[in-house]
């Protein structure tokens, strides 16, 4: 079946430094792919998407590139600040199933 | 701003207790999920519905149900409420339509329910 696999946080960073957060998925056909962030006491919320191979998603200086030679789509940032601290999902969507199948989450901890 | 607001954010129920979780949307959206969030498992769906008064299962439908007897207003019951249904839970909405897809979903902030 369809399933998305992230690294176990959690990760600590400090500010300003360089943020990759590894994502594989596997899946029949050809799905979208989705980083959703979690902020403290909130809601999930769509931080970016890529929909066909190749496609680079990218908001507040995060990005992610669809790659399906190798079933990824790793969140990366170039420099991370304290307000980043969160837990980040990664995501597919099928449209044959109309569901979301979520990762296990990824904390994500920066200290100033 | 587009808002999902779930009626409680903790929850304390004894075991066999029937429960009911509310979820509310003002953003006219024509589905709405149910997810449990457990730690190391990520988000499970557990119910969605796509139209009012229709309701299909997600991955774990077991021990719930829901009703949507209003466009904007889903709810989750617990018949009977056991200790191994402690979690979070979340509600979510999205939209259909041109250029509408089913995968940008809102969240609400989750209730965290405990049942002892």
């Known amino acids: 079946g369809n399933s998305v696999t992230q690294m176990e946080g959690p990760v600590t960073l400090s500010e300003e430094a360089f943020l990759t957060i590894n994502c594989t998925y596997t899946a029949t056909g050809y799905p979208s792919l989705f980083w959703y962030v979690q902020y403290p006491g909130e809601g999930l919320q769509l931080l970016l998407k890529a929909t066909k191979a190749d496609d680079k998603g990218s908001n507040k200086g995060f990005e992610a590139t669809y790659r399906k030679e190798t079933t990824s789509f790793h969140l990366e940032k170039g420099s991370v600040q304290v307000s980043d601290s969160a837990v980040y999902f990664c995501?597919?969507?099928?449209?044959?199933?109309?569901?979301?199948?979520f990762g296990s989450g990824t904390r994500l901890l920066v200290r100033p | 701003d587009v808002k999902v607001t779930q009626s409680s954010r903790y929850l304390v129920k004894r075991t066999g207790e029937k429960v009911f979780l509310e979820c509310v949307q003002d953003?006219?959206?024509?589905?709405m999920f149910w997810y449990r969030q457990d730690p190391g498992l990520g988000l499970r769906l557990i119910y969605f519905s796509y139209d009012v008064k229709m309701k299909e299962k997600g991955d774990i439908p077991e021990g719930y149900s829901v009703s949507r007897e209003k466009k904007e207003r889903f709810s989750l019951i617990l018949e009977s409420a056991s200790t191994n249904q402690t979690s979070m839970y979340l509600c979510?909405?999205?939209?259909?339509?041109?250029?509408?897809?089913?995968?940008?979903?809102?969240f609400g902030p989750g209730t965290r329910l405990t049942v002892t």
């Open positions: 995501a597919l969507w099928m449209d044959s199933s109309y569901k979301l199948i």
């Open positions: 953003m006219d959206h024509e589905n």
């Open positions: 979510a909405s999205s939209p259909t339509g041109t250029g509408a897809r089913g995968y940008e979903q809102y």
